[in-house]
């Protein structure tokens, strides 16, 4: 079932077009990333979605209704975070629990409960002052999730997390993920495959592809023959790049990919000439475009 709708959403500051008319949708138990790099325009966009900024055009559908507040429906995690350092992890729940218009008595049954799940039971008494990045991080989850929102958006969750902090808090969304839909944005093409059925890869304030991860990886994936040569071949890489089967030829070094069309054709043809022209070659491996390649073509387009 469909949860969110995002018809046309445009954000302009002044002369910047952060969003530029964006449309996706995100279903109900789905984990979606929102990946692009730097000032592609995802923080934007999930203000926009959690109701802390206006569009300057479009509108978000929640459940097939027109929403006009969302905060209800949405827990939201930004990504600079702010705490009260001097509160302790249990204080800081109860109060944004009060702030969620839960009753003092709820919001602690609320908090004990979310401080099990996130596993900060035992440093509940503790100042957040004295927390690790990624408990920091746990709690923020656990703020989020205190009314029990239907979407739970979070934004750039570990990017600022060293590796042991990125793996606790990875751990925590795959479990939340679970029982809640969750949207996520993140910078890093790892994490996006790591735990996302869904994504939507944002450039330049557009969203240029979108979908479940497998059908993207099934319809952009290109066979690719990566050749390690002994010395440089620019000249014969030049002359293959207008072979009908082959769609692209990068080289750095002694090192060359090409993106082929037609596998088969392209493979025999290739050795073939490598073995006419007696290329010395020190590899020769047949593999397949990752997602990380199609992310830095989306990018540098
Ligand atoms: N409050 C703002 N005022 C002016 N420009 C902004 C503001 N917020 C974001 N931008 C601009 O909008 C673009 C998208 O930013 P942002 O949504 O933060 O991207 P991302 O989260 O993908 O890095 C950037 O060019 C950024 O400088
Ligand atoms: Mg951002």
Known sequence: MELLLANDLVKRFGQTNAVKGINFHIEEGRCVSLLGPNGAGKTTTL??????????????????EKAKDLREYIGYLPQYPAFFHWMSG???????????????????????????????????????????????????????????????????????????????????????????????????LHDAEEISDDILIMHAGEIAISGSLESVMDAYRQPILQIEFESQAADWL??????????????QGNKASIVLNDMENGKQTILKEIVD?????????ISQTTLEDLFMKVVKA
């Open 47 to 64: 203000k926009l979605l959690s109701g802390l900024l206006e569009p300057t055009s479009g509108s978000i559908d929640f459940k097939g």
């Open 90 to 188: 249990k204080e800081f729940l109860v109060f944004a629990g009060q702030l969620a218009k839960l009753g003092r008595k709820q919001a602690e049954k609320r908090s004990e409960e979310l401080l099990e799940r996130v596993g900060l039971t035992d440093a509940k008494k503790r100042k957040i002052g004295g927390y690790s990045g990624g408990m920091k991080q746990r709690l923020g989850l656990a703020q989020a999730l205190i009314h029990r929102p239907k979407l739970l958006i979070l934004d750039e969750p570990v990017s600022a997390l060293d590796p042991l902090g990125r793996r606790e808090v990875l751990d925590m969304m795959r479990e939340i993920k679970e029982d809640t839909t969750i949207l996520f944005s993140t910078h890093v």
């Open 238 to 251: 030049e002359s293959i790049a207008s072979y009908s089967f082959v769609s692209e030829v990068n080289s």
């Open 277 to 285: 022209r007696k290329l010395p070659i020190r590899t020769f491996e």
